[in-house]
Nanobody, 124 residues
Framework: QVQLVESGGGLVQPGGSLRLSCAASGRTFSNYGMGWFRQAPGKEREFVAGISRSGVDPYVADSVKGRFTISRDNAKNTVYLQMNSLKPEDTAVYYC?????????????????WGQGTQVTVSA
């Protein structure tokens, strides 16, 4: 199986930027579709962005469209989430996830492996 470790979270002011990274080890990273999810306190875990194993068709949820970008570097076994123009409502624990389907899905049940999460707090 694949192990996932997120990094890059932290405290940022509204309007600021962060870049999350998710490093994978174990199985061949390039076989996996990848997704980013987030979970705010008291809320369900929600899909944020996904990218297929080839990386040619990244997708972001409407709630973050125009502000967040997902990308991957298969040579580095890493997927990224670039977050710009951050808002207080983006505050959450962000998780990366991997699916053997090779593509991505928007449902958390479609993913086989999860990282431990990284906290993002947007506050003045």
């Amino acid at each position: 199986q694949v192990q996932l470790v997120e990094s890059g979270g932290g405290l940022v002011q509204p309007g600021g930027s962060l870049r999350l990274s998710c490093a994978a080890s174990g199985r061949t990273f390039s076989n996996y579709g990848m997704g980013w999810f987030r979970q705010a306190p008291g809320k369900e875990r929600e899909f944020v962005a996904g990218i297929s194993r080839s990386g040619v068709d990244p997708y972001v949820a409407d709630s973050v469209k125009g502000r967040f970008t997902i990308s991957r570097d298969n040579a580095k076994n890493t997927v990224y989430l670039q977050m710009n123009s951050l808002k207080p409502e983006d505050t959450a624990v962000y998780y990366c996830a991997a699916t053997l389907s090779g593509y991505y899905g928007t449902g958390k049940q479609e993913y086989d492996h999860w990282g431990q999460g990284t906290q993002v707090t947007v506050s003045a």
